[in-house]
């Protein structure tokens, strides 16, 4: 079992910048590739970003490509979305998530957190 918190949104102007985090409990956490993913309102759930268990692969959306940047501190349990020049566009609800690959699929994700609002006003 891993639990996930997220933490780190808000509210920014376009252009800013957030760190979201995502606090993972369990031992086996440095096991688990990570993911992120955003849902607008009206809209289905979104890949943004994953990481493999050590962090030697990482995969964005178009979207966010030189924007957003994925890590992990497994010593930590813990793993970041940075997010810069955010654009009205990236306002969601940012989940991160925990599977045994990295994969852009939700579906294929075993454990989620509860979520993180991220506002981006124009």
């Known amino acids: 079992q891993v639990q996930l918190v997220e933490s780190g949104g808000g509210l920014v102007q376009a252009g800013g910048s957030l760190r979201l985090s995502c606090a993972a409990s369990g031992r086996t956490f440095s096991s688990y590739a990570m993911g992120w993913f955003r849902q607008a309102p009206g809209k289905e759930r979104e890949f943004v970003a994953a990481?493999?268990?050590?962090?030697?692969?990482?995969a964005y959306a178009d979207s966010v490509k030189g924007r957003f940047t994925i890590s992990r501190d497994n010593a930590k349990n813990t793993a970041y979305l940075q997010m810069n020049s955010l654009k009205p566009e990236d306002t969601a609800v940012y989940y991160c998530?925990?599977?045994?690959?990295?994969?852009?699929?939700?579906?294929?994700?075993?454990?989620w957190g509860q979520g993180t609002q991220v506002t981006v006003s124009s």
């Open positions: 998530a925990a599977d045994r690959t990295v994969t852009t699929n939700p579906i294929e994700y075993d454990y």
């Open positions: 990481i493999s268990w050590s962090g030697g692969r990482t």
